[in-house]
């Protein structure tokens, strides 16, 4: 069976930095573009970050762009997410999702990332 | 980036009615576009993809329909697990835009 397993959430002060860790299993990992989906509490979905199947290639909301740094390793199965530069809008519930088509077929249960001094 | 408006924001109806949820692109998305279901504490999940594909293992009462801007996800003889919050979704580009979310609550 696909799943995807988050890690990496917390607490973590304005400003400070934290990294996301997405396991996967059941699929091919290497063949699949990965993306990261949040969730602000009582909120809607909003889309942060996808990266190709081979890592080559990798796009950016413009609210984390030149914060956020998505990457995979393919021998690992695994997908990250380094987070700098954080603010309080980022706190969220963060989903990691495996593509089929552009949509996401399979999700995660989310890590809680909080931004609170 | 690509705008998507979702209508309505809440819904109430009664078990066995038959009820529709609307999206309009701010841009032709072809049909890629997806719908999804949540419920509290939980993850999305997937309804349908490509506009009109259903999911599988999806029950046949989700139908989704359209192309271009105006899309439409219909779900007929509504049971209580429908009861949730669904999200529109398009990927014709790069940024994956969702919907703000449709609750659909119990009348």
């Known amino acids: 069976d696909v799943q995807v397993v988050e890690s990496g959430g917390g607490l973590v002060q304005p400003g400070g930095s934290l990294r996301l860790s997405c396991a996967a299993s059941g699929f091919s990992f290497s063949n699949y573009a990965m993306s990261w989906v949040r969730q602000a509490p009582g909120e809607g979905l909003e889309w942060v970050s996808t990266?190709?199947?081979?890592?080559?290639?990798?796009f950016y909301a413009d609210s984390v762009k030149g914060r956020f740094t998505l990457s995979k390793d393919n021998s690992k199965k695994t997908l990250y997410l380094q987070m700098n530069s954080l603010r309080a809008e980022d706190t969220a519930l963060y989903y990691c999702?495996?593509?089929?088509?552009?949509?996401?077929?399979?999700w995660g249960q989310g890590t809680l990332v909080t931004v609170s001094s | 980036d690509i705008q998507m408006t979702q209508s309505p924001s809440t819904l109430s109806a009664s078990v066995g009615d038959t009820v529709t949820i609307t999206c309009r692109a701010s841009?032709?998305?072809?049909?890629?576009l997806a719908w999804y279901q949540q419920k509290p504490g939980k993850a999305p999940e997937l309804l349908i993809y490509k506009a009109s594909n259903l999911e599988s293992g999806v029950p046949s009462r989700f139908s989704g329909s359209g192309s271009g801007t105006e899309f439409a996800l219909t779900i007929s003889s509504l049971q209580p697990d429908d009861f949730a919050t669904y999200y529109c979704?398009?990927?014709?580009?790069?940024?994956?835009?969702f919907g703000l979310g449709t609750k659909l609550e119990i009348k």
């Open positions: 999702a495996k593509e089929r088509d552009g949509s996401y077929g399979h």
């Open positions: 990266i190709s199947g081979s890592g080559s290639s990798t």
């Open positions: 841009q032709s998305i072809s049909t890629w």
């Open positions: 979704q398009q990927y014709n580009s790069y940024s994956k835009t």
